[in-house]
């Protein structure tokens, strides 16, 4: 390499590094900004405009704490039809299994707040059934959470044939 070549390398780098501290610095800003509430404001703002922050320090308090909690779920998954065939689904882990048709299976799910920010999800795959017209088809499927039925498919033989639902 050249002297040039050398010299074009060395301040490649010292660029690369400098992106790399701007942006360390920008996510340890970040991450202090979030324990530290971020908002920057003292509450002034709230008693100017005529709100009490006593008010909004209990209301706030109350929607954190709802947050900061677990829910439980009840989760039913239904597959329908006649005969026997496989089901594959997600009800917490991930099963499959040979069953009777109709079949249904009901399962309680907790989740953490974080889990329910990003969402879990619960699905039932039916296997192949056959259906009134003689053909072999993927079976109808439901999922119903908290007594509300949230997805349901009529099976068929055209087409994906999966109930999937996001709890959160």
Do not use: F
Not at 105 to 113: A, I, Q
């Amino acid at each position: 390499m050249t002297h040039d070549a050398h010299r074009v390398m060395s301040v490649r780098r010292g660029g690369n590094m400098r992106r790399v501290m701007t942006v360390t610095a920008l996510i340890a800003a970040a991450g202090l900004m979030t324990a530290c509430g971020g908002s920057g404001g003292d509450g002034d703002e709230k008693e100017r405009a005529g709100g009490s922050t006593a008010a909004s320090s209990s209301e706030a308090s109350s929607e954190a704490s709802s947050e900061g909690e677990d829910k439980t779920y009840e989760v039913t998954l239904e597959v329908g039809g006649q005969g026997k065939s496989s089901v594959y689904y997600t009800l917490g882990t991930n099963s499959n299994e040979q069953v009777t048709l109709p079949w249904k299976k009901t399962g309680k799910m907790t989740l953490n707040p974080t889990e329910r920010k990003v969402g879990i999800l619960v699905s039932v795959v039916p296997g192949p059934v056959k259906l009134s017209n003689g053909q072999l088809g993927a079976a109808p499927c439901s999922i119903t959470v908290d007594g509300k039925k949230v997805v349901e498919d009529e099976g068929g033989v055209e087409g994906a044939h999966t109930c999937e639902y996001t709890l959160n």
